[in-house]
């Protein structure tokens, strides 16, 4: 799938031309992710960041985590063996 953005839309972003395409990514990702129409993990893919990445930006913008008992495990697990 391919999104069509029109061209005055793309002009009106007040971002350097390079920036543009990694920028509306980030924000379709923290869209979806908080509107729960995609996991975090689908999340970092489509916003193309890592998971510490992904973390740090939806804590600067104070979006709360979607935390599963599996996620809260395996994050226990592994700060427990740091």
């Known amino acids: 799938m391919q999104l069509s953005i029109p061209q005055s839309i793309i002009q009106s972003i007040r971002l350097p031309e390079n920036r543009i395409e990694a920028e509306l990514l980030k924000e379709l990702a923290l869209s979806l992710y908080t509107q729960e129409l995609l996991s ?5 893919e489509l916003a193309n960041l890592n ?8 804590g600067e913008r104070d979006i709360p985590r979607h935390y599963t008992q599996t996620e809260l495990q395996e994050d226990l697990d592994y700060a427990r063996h740091q």
């Open 40 to 44: 975090l993990g689908k999340a970092r």
């Open 51 to 58: 998971y510490h990445q992904f973390s740090q930006l939806l």
